[in-house]
């Protein structure tokens, strides 16, 4: 004991003395190790802030009954927590690159085709189809539920899938449903700069349940680990090869990859093939040899990459001091239309407002560079107003009946409680059997008794 207290006498001091010595011959370095290490603590100081407020404000812990009672409010502020402002880029390209997905069913890709939106002999066309859709479901959870923006934009997709009755099944709305709560959730717990709560997985579920309701879906599980269990029946009964998935999904890859310089396009397309799960690439038939033996490696430096951008972003990168905008909070004041924001995966920019920094900025003279379109009238840099987004009819007057029924459905959506389920003339049967009486409204939804339909699906 005595050695052990005369060592820290004589240690101690030494201490003081090193670091100034260290000091003296290098003070640059050693003043900026200083003064990294107080910028990671700012850091890791205010990067959690927001989270740990919603979690001090409502007691929410991991443990489920902490937020078992959340309301629709919270879940929407948690929401934009995370869409907003902690993981704007990766929340929206987590969403936007799963369009691949539902595409890669016939019962989906074979209606696209035929309606001709999604995939047409004239760009232009499909280039505003898939505009007007992303435009729409951004808006579905960006603006409040129960707001006027929010259910124009509900009643406007509802509209659109009543021109095709019974043509629509509700399970596939349904998968796309799980399709858009999924895509964020899963991208964020992979390569994010943390990992989500489980009370905010709860939140974004409780709001695409809710949407997916007010969408008329006639099944709508009541926990998202029923859905989880519902969608590996649906898969195996409506996933397959078809040509019409190729079809759609080369459209939308080509959405995907529109800004994109045409040198460098074969490598993004083999880096987007690396990213996507193999029963994409097997549905739609882009199963190559040279595709399976460098996807693994491909892969893995793609991922090694998100995941140290996640790490640099979480340990070295201030929070954004600005909320990003999903969806217009006002119409443009000269024009009385609303103009949307360019999203994750630029493409014709339809209803983006033209202005002085995206026609001359940096990104523009990339865009003027290597021709590619810019805000413009032809692309209504003016504006648009909710009721006509999507196609049109042929008859003026059939298009104003359109946007009448449109304004009356939001009405009815505005003034509706949780749980309405919304009159759309999906087909009766389901494709595959509900697991509960699910949530919400039993108005519009399957009897409790339906059976599976016996329907051959497109090319089975």
Known sequence: MAFSEASKLEVLPL?????????EKHPYPVLACILLLLYVYTVRSVRFRRINAIKKNYGFTSDPKSYKHMTM????????????????????????????????????????????????????????????????????????LKSEYNSLALARINVHHQMFPNQINSDTVLYLVWMFWRGPVTWINRVGWRKMED????????????VGIRMGVKYMPED?????????????????PSPTNTIINESILGMMLYMVPGMLKPLARRCVMALLDEEILWACGWET???????????????TYFHLFGIFQGWFCLPRSRRYIRSPQAPNPDTGMFNFPEYTY???PYYVRKTLYNSWGPFALYARLVGIALPAPEFKSSGTRWEEMGP??????KQVEAETSVRKQAEELMAAEWGFRAKVPFQPQPLVKPMSDGYGSRDHAYPLDVEPSTIPLPGK
């Not at 040899?289 to 991922?303: S, V």
């Not at 049109?392 to 007057?397: D, E, G, L």
């Open 199 to 210: 009370f905010e997985i709860q939140a974004t579920w409780m709001i695409w349940r809710e």
């Open 346 to 348: 630029k493409t014709t």
């Open 73 to 144: 409010e919270q879940a929407q502020e948690i929401e934009r927590n995370l869409a907003e402002w902690d993981f704007p880029f990766l929340y929206e390209f987590g969403w936007l690159f799963d369009f691949l997905r539902p595409s890669s069913s016939p019962i989906l890709s074979d209606l696209l085709v035929r309606t001709g939106h999604f995939s047409n002999p004239d760009p232009m066309i499909a280039h505003k189809r898939q505009s007007d859709t992303v435009c729409l479901m951004a808006a579905l959870i960006a603006q409040p």
């Open 392 to 397: 049109k009819k042929k008859m003026v007057s």
């Open 289 to 303: 040899p040279l595709l399976a033996a460098e996807r693994p490696y491909l892969r893995a430096i793609l991922f």
């Open 15 to 23: 201490y003081p003395e090193m670091v100034q010595n260290l000091f």
């Open 224 to 240: 998202y680990r029923e859905l989880l269990k519902w969608k590996d029946d649906y898969r195996k009964e409506v996933v397959y």
